[in-house]
């Protein structure tokens, strides 16, 4: 299985529309071939308190336990060498087994919901840039490596601004 560039959102709403264009924007682009949900989980906080979730994934369960033990298995490589790559990769894959998607318990749920204010919303969304998988095997067929990465959004270049004047 070809994996493409991770990244991970965690977008807090707080006065949600929930209209449907969030999805639709994520369709549009996954049926492009440019990205996949590898997970994404939705919770909203009703001005009562009461919680409500929503998870889905493009993965089939198969491809979920792929993911995991290909997640484990760097983690574990990070934290133990080639030893700790296999440990994690058998650690991630029965995880995903176990939990296909966030496999959130309800517990776990809460804590998340406690951090969003009545009448807001979370999403925390897993991605995979399909659209990357050509142009990082050319960098690489080529003898280069990633060094650093990162988005330039206007939230970024704006904290960058106040940075540089707390500088000066």
Excluded: C
């Excluded at 299985?1 to 707080?14: N, Y």
């Excluded at 049926?31 to 308190?49: M, N, Q, W």
């Amino acid at each position: 299985m070809e994996f493409g560039p991770l990244q991970l959102f965690v977008i807090g709403f707080t006065d949600p529309q929930l209209d449907g264009r969030l999805l639709s924007a994520l369709e549009e682009a996954s049926d492009a071939g440019l990205i996949r949900v590898v997970d994404l989980l939705g919770v909203y906080k009703d001005e009562e308190g009461n919680v409500l979730a929503a998870e889905m994934s493009e993965l089939t369960e198969d491809e979920a336990v792929s993911y995991g033990a290909w997640v484990g298995s760097l983690i574990g490589l990070g934290a133990g060498g080639a030893a700790g790559a296999e440990m994690g990769a058998i650690v991630g894959a029965i995880s995903a087994a176990d939990e296909y998607e966030y496999g959130l318990d309800e517990e776990a749920l809460s804590s998340i919901a406690d951090d969003i204010p009545a009448g807001g919303a979370g999403l925390l969304l897993v991605m995979e840039h399909r659209w990357m998988i050509p142009l990082r095997d050319a960098v690489r067929s080529q003898g280069g490596i990633l060094i650093t990465q990162d988005f330039l959004n206007p939230e970024a270049l704006i904290s960058f601004g106040a940075a540089v004047a707390l500088e000066d």
